[in-house]
């Protein structure tokens, strides 16, 4: 991570990457010639801002390789001394990132991303990038401008027809671009305890690239051009509305609309679909550290200037250094599990590592009985009980009569891996009904985790469930439970939970039989409404939660109290 006050010429040298001598204070941008064509834009599922599909024709037209550097905006400050303000939002902790209207003290050149000038320039409002592109035309009557929304998407499928440009396989994202994933759960977690596990996750596949990368690392899609789906987002030439409906030509003016377009997601999501779309806000929103642009123009052309070429060269001798230099954590050790020795003894087992630089194993045991269910950094749910060398591939362990995990963890001399999956030994809890239970009497979870909060003074401890819902996927969320029910009859449902949609918000099993759609509605207090009639039967049972949610949504399942029907 990088302190924001050391200066970049300081920083540029720490990394031995010499700025190439351009000639007249001028780069420039190296242009790919995108054929005419036609394609289907949009989709008709998912997301309804980026509904309906619908054909769209494009014309020939040329777009940037990759986004504008920091190298290449330097040239245009030092030229204009444009004013730049101190207000781009580069805040990561624990809790990730702010929202759009947080106030930053960050600029393009001074944010804690940036490590080279070789990455996409940051911080970029729409008022910047145009400035960058009328100073450019100026400079060379290029007659350059930003990408509308229509040649962005359809430069990026690049004639595909997959989720992503490469196919539909997220695991591979880390050959085709920078998103969220091992290695961004990896570094935010030991920096700031920030996790995606239990928030929106991350692609199964390292790259060593946790924030921003340098432009071009990955391999290109199938018209030449890098970045266009991950690393920074971009601003674009075009309005945004929700939805594809038709607009008046006052509407799509761009001087005029409310919200920009954007496209292309960032170091901090995992993969989304080719359609995916986002919006900037004109008045209100700050800039954020992981804004960017990239330049298209209408005529096409195979010239190529001196100063493209050394750029070029300067680019990929930064991207080999990068390469040779980034720091690859080793993969997690597999096949972890635990043999039952006598009572509350085990030896935990597991595969011998393939790395040759890892040194040895940390293991970890569980905090809490249930903490292989719970979400977020295992270091807050599990705490190191020993450590082995490489060529242990065992260890005896004990545990509580409550049960427990365990997780196990390579180490190299300067990283480690992310945990291995839980080997658990743990029996849950049988709940009682009539009665009231909490998320720490779940049995099993299946696209969830749930949640710890520990009491303090204010609060009392707190057990729940909770998750991003996407707008392109919405898996079908389970959370079961083992229930003593004591007389078959009617029951009221009461519970704590909230969701940003009214209407249905879960369904309940008891075994194979659906028993009830409980709704919810933000008028309503549902710890107290008495509204939900619930018929159980008699006896030992499996309860079974489902959530499925349509479009996007943040929602949270505390408890659920079931209490004899006065009806």
Known sequence: MINNKISLSVLVLTLGIVPFAHGKNLIHPWMVNIPAGEFVMGTNSGDKAAQPAHSVKVSAFQLAKHPVTVAEFRLFIQDTHFPITNDCDDKLDKNWLSGPTSVGTASWDNHRYLKSEYQPVTCITPKLANAYVDWLNDKTRGGYRL???????????????????????????CMFGNFADQSGEYFPNEQFGASYVGFIGHANCNDGEPYISIVGLYRPNGFGLHDMESNTSQL???CYYDG????????????QCEYISQRG????????PAYDRGRYKRAGWSPGAMMGFRLARTTQSDVQHESTEGFKQALKKAQHM????????????????LVNLQDNAFELRWQAHYDGRVIGYDIYRSILPNAHLLGGYYKEHYEKVTSVPHTRFSNNVTLSNHGGSFRVVAKTNKLASL???????YDPELVTIPGRFDMRSVATLTNVWARHQAATKEKPERFYITTVSHLYEQPNILANFKINVKKTGWYTLNYKGSTYQNGTFFKLWQGDNLVAEVEFDSNIDEKTANRHEVYLEQGRHQLQISVKREGFDYWSLGWLEFLPSKN
């Open 322 to 337: 990068r390469l040779a230099t980034r720091a690859m954590i080793p993969s997690a050790p597999k096949n972890v599990h």
């Open 419 to 425: 945990p291995s999956v839980a080997a658990v030994h």
């Open 265 to 272: 997601s960032t170091w901090h999501y995992p993969p989304q």
């Open 236 to 238: 674009l030439g075009s």
């Open 147 to 173: 990408p509308t929304e229509q040649e962005f998407e359809y430069a990026l499928k690049a004639n595909s027809t997959s989720r992503y440009h490469w196919g539909d396989d997220a695991d591979q994202a």
């Open 244 to 255: 594809y409906q038709a607009r008046t030509e006052q509407n799509m003016d761009i001087n």
